[in-house]
């Protein structure tokens, strides 16, 4: 069985920052030695200078594919993942067609296994009228059930009370939920189109997709899965308010209900809608610098646990429609772990806080087996990084979206990924990608 040493590095592993050197073997780590080991016929990576951290685990994507491949697919995106430091991702139902059956669930996983370079999960869709195949949802080889209690493509808004009630009360596993208030969206919307006709300023997405509208919806999820005992995720907390609503005194392998931040909302604020327009439309709304400075707070105190991307690209000429008819989202694989390096050069944030809320906590709320940590007898998803002299800089020539544009164009980083390992091989080093080898399915222990 082939095996590689990576020697030299800098490991942040579990809130410690430490010299050792990693034995792979196969898919997996077979040690974790004092730097300066050998390990016999293993070939040799020299990591001398660079820090190695586990995989970043991004669990909430959309790569749209199957349907919506002019967009992107499976293959761009885990390529910019992998090349951005992510090893793993799960992918979200708003597909088409929808996944909305355990049939077209197993379809979009015989499509990963034949495209994506990067582990990788894909949610159970819902809609008003499912209910009995998500109650067939298989645990142990789906990362989740996600609900979207807010606007979303073609049917799958689910804003029925019996059907929530069924998935919250019934759920197999871990429920995922997109929280905005339609009712209340709808009637901000009306107010403004009459106002300005589809050519709303994008300065009023914010306001149409309101504060009230996320609070009320997030909460309604909570007071849901309190009263049916769900494993509940709260998905892409925006507003300041949605924080309190959340626990930092018990441990997160203990709690039933969680909530992620995207690194959006903790890099863009309302203020950056006049520079970079519908290229930062999101669903939920970039907000003020309040919110910002909120979610910040709450995320280095763990009432947020997990830091993710939303990544969810269009064309840039779809971008470019007047605000009524943009679509929200926007491409972030590629630069989400370098972002929060960033922050971290700033002394927002601790590489130590980064790895745990973008490895370790993912792998947690997930209960995904035998990733997001470095330790022996776990898959070897790994990142090799080192610090840049010179920085560089977002720009289209260096992006590998399908799409060819970023919200991040112009944004400098002192950081850079030099090598990825996905399950043992290595697909990424300095630039080049070997695509050999696909990535695996994810499975949860539970």
Known sequence: MKQTLISGATLVNEGKIFAADVLIEGPFIAAILPPGSRAGTAGVVDASGKLLI???????????????????????????????????????????????????????????????????????????????????????????????MGASTGNMLVDDPKTLEGIFAGAPCLVAVHCEDESLIRGNLARYKERYGEASPVEMHPLIRSHEACLKSSSLAIEMARSFNTRLHVLHLSTAAETGLFDN??????????????VHHLWFTDADYSERGNLIKWNPAVKTLTDREALWEALLDDRLDVVATDHAPHTLAEKGNPYGSCPSGAPMVQHSLVAMLERVRKGRISLEKVVEKMCHAPAECFRIEKRGFLREGYYADLVLLE??????????????????????????????????????????????????RKGMRLTFQR
């Not at 015989?110 to 008003?128: D, I, R, V």
């Not at 005194?249 to 995207?262: D, N, Q």
């Not at 010179?390 to 991040?408: A, D, F, H, I």
């Open 249 to 262: 005194r018990i441990p997160l392998t203990e709690k039933k209900i969680t909530a992620e931040v995207c």
């Open 54 to 148: 586990p995989g970043v685990i991004d669990d909430q994507v959309h790569f749209r594919d199957p349907g919506l491949t002019h967009k992107a697919d499976l293959y761009t995106e885990s390529r910019a993942a992998i090349a951005g430091g992510i090893t793993s991702f799960m992918e979200m139902p708003n597909t088409s067609p929808q996944t909305v059956t355990q049939e077209l669930l197993e379809e979009k996983y015989t499509l990963g296994h034949q495209k994506s370079l990067a582990n990788f999960s894909f949610y159970m869709g819902t809609t008003n009228d499912n209910l009995s195949e998500i109650l067939r949802t298989p645990p142990s080889t789906v990362c989740g059930i996600k609900v979207f």
């Open 387 to 436: 610090d840049c002299t010179t920085p560089w800089t977002v720009e289209r020539e260096n992006l590998l979206y399908k799409c060819g544009w970023s919200p991040m164009e112009g944004v400098s980083f002192h950081s850079r990924i030099t090598h990825t390992w996905v399950s043992g091989h290595l697909a990424f080093e300095n630039g080049r990608f070997d695509e050999s």
